[in-house]
């Protein structure tokens, strides 16, 4: 993991080796998404802790945003693990096309809008696509 941090020092909950639930955080849910029906049905059906009030607990509707995450190949979280927050992933493929990573924006509420969330998505995903393309992924 790599992190870069912005101008200002704010609390985002993420910290280089730390680890935060799969699923409520957008890099969590990233990855869960291109796991296996079986490494998912591990983590969908046990017990999920709710953090905030927009966590998402329930088993079938975390698996529909799962295929949902993976059609569109990104994730967006607002709220679900701390209150707030906004978080943006998308995967990083390695030459196969298998998801090996994911790409993680993290900002307060205040600093990302929800008129910004859709340009900031797109600069996500695109550069998770060039860094997959250096890992050799060509689609």
Request: proline letters at 4%.
């Amino acid at each position: 993991m790599h992190q870069v941090e912005g101008t200002k020092k704010e609390d985002v909950g993420s910290y280089v080796g730390g680890r935060n639930p799969v699923h409520c955080t957008s890099s969590g849910k990233m990855l869960l998404a291109f796991q296996n029906e079986l490494e998912q049905n591990k983590i969908v059906n046990s017990p999920l802790i709710k953090y905030t009030p927009r966590t998402i607990t329930d088993p079938t509707e975390l698996k529909e945003q799962l295929k949902h995450i993976r059609k569109q190949d990104y994730c967006i979280c607002i709220g679900e693990f701390i209150e707030n927050m906004v978080s943006i992933s998308s995967p990083i493929r390695d030459s196969a096309g298998q998801v090996i990573s994911a790409l993680t924006l993290i900002a307060p509420t205040h600093r990302i809008d929800e008129n910004q969330i859709v340009s900031y998505t797109n600069k996500v995903v695109k550069t998770a696509k060039e860094i997959s393309r250096q890992f050799g992924f060509l689609k």
